[in-house]
């Protein structure tokens, strides 16, 4: 891309059932996959856009944050406008800003937030977006263990050993809540970054302890040495990206709000 190529910031929300994750695949319909052809429809095909994050396939996107890179004169609510009428109906972008040539969606990204969704009930209409566990869960004991879960650990447990051959397993944590609302448990997690699996492997964990089947002292061990977590793994669709951040007063802020409340069903 030449010096006449433009950047923009996109903010999107996605449904994430029908695709196999955000990263491009040439076997698979991804939501990167679909906003390039979209963009590369309207601009031509030397466009760019990259993601703030990978998200595995049937995870959903509440505010993820992507940049497009393409030469244009289209002012940034044309392109988004245009963009929304070329894009299927599970994605949609809510925001598009123009972005200094430096900016880049995940290299700048300092933090992310992620939320799952566990119904206590059969529910119809927000079946594609929770995780259905029929047995008691006690919310306290999950609270307590996922508590456990902040500040810098090694998170090798909760990946694929794969994954940490390539990178390291230290993740800094700097929330993580569960609240139950009715027939409703809602889980929040923030942190600098987190690795394949991570996030619905913890939420797997955290249901056990709520089952009485692991107990809060077993979080802390996993955080301590090597253990097989797969069969504790969360099923996709009760996982959300919710938030990319770019700016620690915008993070620092945003732990600090105590907001954290159901919204999707």
Not at 216 to 226: H, I, M, S, T, Y
Request: proline content about 2%.
């Amino acid at each position: 891309m030449n010096d006449h190529a433009k950047r923009f910031k996109l903010t999107l929300e996605f449904d994430g059932r029908r695709y196999s994750g955000w990263q491009q695949q040439d076997d698979a319909r991804t939501i990167q996959g679909t906003l390039l052809a979209a963009a590369a429809e309207l601009f031509g095909a030397q466009v760019d856009v990259q993601g703030s994050g990978r998200t595995d396939a049937g995870v959903h996107g509440l505010h993820f944050v992507a940049h497009l890179e393409a030469r244009t004169d289209l002012s940034p609510q044309e392109i988004r406008e245009r963009l929304n009428a070329s894009l299927p109906g599970d994605i949609s972008i809510l925001e598009c800003k123009r972005a200094g040539a430096r900016f880049h969606a995940r290299h700048n990204c300092i933090g992310r937030s992620y939320c799952y969704q566990i119904a206590r009930r059969k529910t119809a209409l927000g079946r594609g977006h929770v995780w259905q566990v029929d047995d008691l869960l006690d919310g306290e004991r999950m609270q307590e263990a996922a508590a456990a879960l902040v500040g810098m650990h090694d998170f090798t447990s909760f990946t694929d050993r794969q994954v940490v051959k390539k990178k390291s397993p230290m993740v800094m944590v700097n929330q993580c809540q569960v609240v139950v609302t009715g027939d409703l448990i809602f889980f929040r997690i923030v942190g600098s970054h987190f690795l394949w699996k991570m996030v619905r492997r913890i939420v797997g964990v955290l249901v056990a302890v709520g089952k009485g089947k692991l107990a809060v002292a077993d979080v802390q061990r996993f955080l301590e040495g090597p253990v097989d977590l797969k069969q504790h793994t969360a099923p996709a669709q009760g996982l959300f990206f919710e938030r990319a951040f770019y700016d620690q007063e915008e993070l620092d802020g945003f732990l600090v709000a105590d907001e954290l409340r159901p919204e999707f069903f």
